[in-house]
Structure formats: structure tokens, C-alpha cells
């Protein structure tokens, strides 16, 4: 990769000199929301649905991100095609901004926005041959009515904790489940069971970040025929499944071939995931907006 641009409020510059306020209130308190967004062959994926999320996680906590939807398309665009990027991913920040160190976002003038992009780093090709293995972990996803999941904030402690437990039990990434032990998700990724054809993936209420890969899914097996329902489940629903996969903007779709050491089905990726892994993929091929193929202006 030639030297990596960064977009940082308003302007592209070098990966050294993209460096924000240690005022910003992003830093100081987790203030703000962000995206993960991907391009795949030239085309940026869904991009209108994580801009959605994007615009509603920042209205419900009261921040005005100072750009229209159309500039912020142009704005990741423009970040994939000033690294020459045609497969990457892309990361979307827009912290409350500077302020000072008090909790009170009113202190804080301009929001900071940032757009980073860069090759993608997924799991290793390996795993999705193999399968995952996965842990429950003891730290629980937050209530929905105390931090709704829909809001993809930069406060993602919860998910941090999750992801350390997993490290520390050996296994990269884990089960996550709600304070009344359903199931929820996992620390970056929802999850799927698959029963007789059937699949099933938690409603958000129950604590799951409504994931665009997760509704792309949905689609996906709706279309090709498969009964799909958002239900409420429990770790013996999981245990007892034919195939469970995990589905996000960097795993895409991921088999788990072990949770909490019951193997799931026959210990490999089963047909349901792989048929819907390839249906994906295919699917983000054609679909998307096309990086090379309009004249945006950013400024
Ligand atoms: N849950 C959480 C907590 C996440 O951070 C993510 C990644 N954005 C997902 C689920 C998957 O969502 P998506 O398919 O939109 O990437």
C-alpha cells in the first residue's frame, strides 16, 4: 500500500499526522459513534444501511454530525479512492469533538469525524474451513434499556471485556448473553442457529446490535427458501443446533464448530452456512455503491 491518507475533519492527511485533541471528548469519555463498513471489488457495501445506523446512533445521543448523508457517502469513497483501495475496510468515527474536561457534551463546538481505510484483516482463511470454537463468557450484554445495543457507540467496553475473556479462555471470540441469560451475540459479531433448515437469530431487543451482514443473511435465506424467524433463545438451543454461524462486516459469515465444548453438528461448517456464506459472497460482488464510477466532490 502506498502511504495510507486518513480522512480527519475535512481534509486527507498522512497516518502520522492524523491525531486528534487529547480534549476530544472521544477520548476522554467514549463520546461519539462510528461504523465498520466494507468494499468489496469496487462496490461499497450496503452502504446507505451503516450511514442510516451511523445518522441514528449519533441522533439518539444528541450529536449533529456536520454532514449530509450524500457528503459522508462521498467522504468514504473518496478515503477508499485516495488509498487505491478496491477491497478494504472502512472505519467511520464522529467523536462529540473537543471540549473541556467536564461530562457535558455542550462544551464541545465541532464534532470530529474520521475516516480510515485500509486492507482488510479477517480470520484466517483456515477458519472458515475449520469452524470457530467459542466460550459463553461471564460478562453480560447491557440492558437494552440502560444502553440500547442499536447504538453503535465508541463506548464499547462490554464487547472489550467479552473479547479478553474469550483471549484469556483461548478462543477467539466468544457467546454473549443478556442479563436474563438468552442469548445475545457475540462481542462483534450476531449469531445463528440452524434446526432442521430453520434459522435463528435474536430480535435486538434481547440485546444484539441489529447487524447489516445479519439482515443481509435473513434476506438471503428467506429468498433461497429457508424458514428464518428472530427468536429468543438459550445456550441449550445453541448446544442442541445443527449449525451455528456468526455473521459481521469483517467475519462476514463464520462456522462454530464448538461452544463451550459441545461440538456443534459434526464439528465442521454445515451445508446451511456454507450455501449462505456463497450466496454472500456473491452478493457482494454486484451490490453496492461503486467507488470508481462517480465523480464525488469532499470538502
Ligand atoms: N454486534 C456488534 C456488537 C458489532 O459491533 C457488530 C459489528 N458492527 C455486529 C454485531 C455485526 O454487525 P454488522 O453486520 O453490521 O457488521
Given at each position: ?121 479477517i480470520f484466517?482463511k483456515e477458519l472458515y474451513e475449520t469452524g470457530l470454537e467459542i ?38 471470540e466468544?457467546l ?10 457475540g462481542?462483534?459479531d450476531n449469531i445463528f442457529i440452524v434446526k432442521n433448515n430453520k434459522l435463528l437469530t ?9 447487524g447489516?451482514t445479519r439482515?443481509a443473511i435473513l434476506d438471503l435465506a428467506r429468498?433461497k427458501g429457508y424458514e428464518v ?9 445453541v448446544?442442541t443446533a445443527d449449525e451455528v454461524f456468526l455473521t459481521g462486516?469483517?467475519a462476514e459469515v463464520i462456522a462454530v464448530k464448538k461452544v463451550?465444548?459441545?461440538v456443534i453438528g459434526e464439528g465442521k461448517p454445515g451445508p446451511v452456512t456454507q450455501d449462505l456464506l456463497d450466496s454472500f459472497r456473491e452478493l457482494t ?15
Amino acid at each position: 500500500m502506498s502511504e495510507q491518507l486518513i480522512f480527519l475533519n475535512g481534509k486527507f492527511v498522512k497516518k502520522q499526522e492524523a491525531v486528534v485533541s487529547v480534549y476530544d471528548h472521544g477520548f476522554l469519555y467514549g463520546d461519539g459513534v462510528f461504523e465498520g463498513i466494507r468494499a468489496y471489488s469496487g462496490n461499497v457495501f450496503r452502504l446507505d444501511e451503516h450511514l442510516t445506523r451511523l445518522y441514528d446512533s449519533a441522533k439518539s445521543i444528541m450529536l449533529t454530525i456536520p454532514y449530509t448523508k450524500e457528503e459522508m457517502t462521498a467522504i468514504v469513497v473518496e478515503t477508499l479512492r485516495q488509498n487505491h483501495l478496491q477491497d478494504g475496510y472502512i472505519r467511520l468515527v464522529v467523536s462529540r469533538g473537543v471540549g473541556d474536561l467536564g461530562l457535558s457534551p455542550f462544551s464541545c463546538e465541532m464534532p470530529t469525524v474520521i475516516a480510515i481505510a485500509e486492507p482488510l484483516r479477517i480470520f484466517p482463511k483456515e477458519l472458515y474451513e475449520t469452524g470457530l470454537e467459542i466460550v459463553t463468557v461471564a460478562t453480560r450484554r447491557n440492558r437494552s434499556d440502560v444502553l440500547s445495543p442499536m447504538v453503535k457507540s465508541l463506548n464499547y467496553l462490554n464487547n472489550i471485556l467479552v473479547k479478553i475473556e474469550a483471549n484469556l479462555a483461548g478462543v477467539p471470540e466468544a457467546l454473549m448473553l443478556n442479563d436474563q441469560g438468552y442469548v445475545a451475540e457475540g462481542s462483534a459479531d450476531n449469531i445463528f442457529i440452524v434446526k432442521n433448515n430453520k434459522l435463528l437469530t435474536p430480535p435486538g431487543h434481547v440485546g444484539a446490535l441489529v447487524g447489516i451482514t445479519r439482515n443481509a443473511i435473513l434476506d438471503l435465506a428467506r429468498e433461497k427458501g429457508y424458514e428464518v424467524a428472530e427468536a429468543v433463545f438459550t445456550r441449550h438451543d445453541v448446544y442442541t443446533a445443527d449449525e451455528v454461524f456468526l455473521t459481521g462486516t469483517a467475519a462476514e459469515v463464520i462456522a462454530v464448530k464448538k461452544v463451550d465444548g459441545r461440538v456443534i453438528g459434526e464439528g465442521k461448517p454445515g451445508p446451511v452456512t456454507q450455501d449462505l456464506l456463497d450466496s454472500f459472497r456473491e452478493l457482494t460482488q454486484n451490490d453496492g455503491v461503486k467507488i470508481y464510477d462517480q465523480t464525488l466532490n469532499v470538502s
